[in-house]
């Protein structure tokens, strides 16, 4: 008999419809473990949040971080909520963690899953956003300036390292290499931003040349945003700066049938840190407190997170339940069709769980 492998998961609900997302999740990953058998989890809920701020003024402790790394995983659901303004709840509580445990992979696949209806033509949806998450126009440096003057003006700076920069390049190919695909596209904007993304094309002309079977390819930003809708079925590995990579997985999930499908994995390649995973959406103020959240993009992003620790059998489970329900048809949120709440699209997956 196999001893019990137990995992220490540090949940962060955060705000609005993260707390909904987060709860389901737990739900589903105690039905997995019951399931399977051999595995454990110790959930450990971190209250740091909008509300949180409201009542300690800052998004979590000075030792948060220190608080948070202790774990083999984290659960994020997500951050910001009128009330607080979204440059600090941001830069206080995801991006630091983001930046400090050196997440710097952020994996954002976008893939139409069975039973969904994508918002355009193409039925053929299946290829990852590689986003660099730890510098790029997200490295908050700037300055106001001459302010409440008619000169006023601001510099909002952004910052490519030559470390940064090769290795999120490196990966996406190194990850088109290990997944058997054979194109990588890279997005740029190199006829606008003339230092930049000048230094991110030639940091991928270098790093291609170290791939000779993939076939690298490149498009400018807007261009890109137009290919997604019109031709989704060429792409494979998409890889991109912090800012143009937030932009397009919106888009990308959009194509799947809302906003509230798409998983994120911020990852640590090396495992120095904890990785944390998320859906890509945020706290949807406009939904929250109503139990309409749709809760699979937070299932996908664990499911991504069991195949980073190891369990690739729990992941497997979980990716097939889910979508077994989907195809059924009868079970979703209102976001992409249903009357669903959140709890009953929980209870119909780990219904499905149960089943196996
Ligand atoms: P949002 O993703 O919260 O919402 C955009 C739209 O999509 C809304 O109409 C919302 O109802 C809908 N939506 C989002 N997720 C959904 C889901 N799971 N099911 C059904 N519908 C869903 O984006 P926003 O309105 O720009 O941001 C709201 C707040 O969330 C802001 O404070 C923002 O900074 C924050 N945010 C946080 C994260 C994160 O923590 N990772 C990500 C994005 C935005
Ligand atoms: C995301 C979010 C964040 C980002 C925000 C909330 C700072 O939009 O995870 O996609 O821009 O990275
Ligand atoms: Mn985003």
Redesign the pocket.
Known sequence: MTANRNFKINLLP?????VD?VREGVRVMEALARKTGGISFSFNTLPWS?EYYLNHGRMMPADGLKILADCDSIL???????GVP?HI??REL?LPIRVEFDQYVNMRPIKLLPGLESPIKSDKIDFVVVRENSEGEYCGRGSFNKQETPEEYTIQESIFTRKGTERIIRYAFEYAERNGLNQVMSATKSNALNYSMVFWDKIFAEIQKQFPKIQSRQMHIDALAGFFIMHPERLQVVVASNLFGDILT?LGSAMLG????SP?GNINPERRFPSMF??????????AGKG???????FWAIAMMLEQLGLSDENALLMSAMCDVLAEGKIR???IGGSST?TEVSDAVIAMIEKR
């Open positions: 955060g705000d609005g419809i993260g997302v909008c994020l659901g997500a951050v910001g909520f009128p979204d709840s941001l995801l919106d809302s906003i509230g499908i994120s998320e859906p890509i959406h945020g706290s949807a103020p406009d939904i309409i959240a749709n809760p699979i993009g937070t949120t209102p976001d959140t």
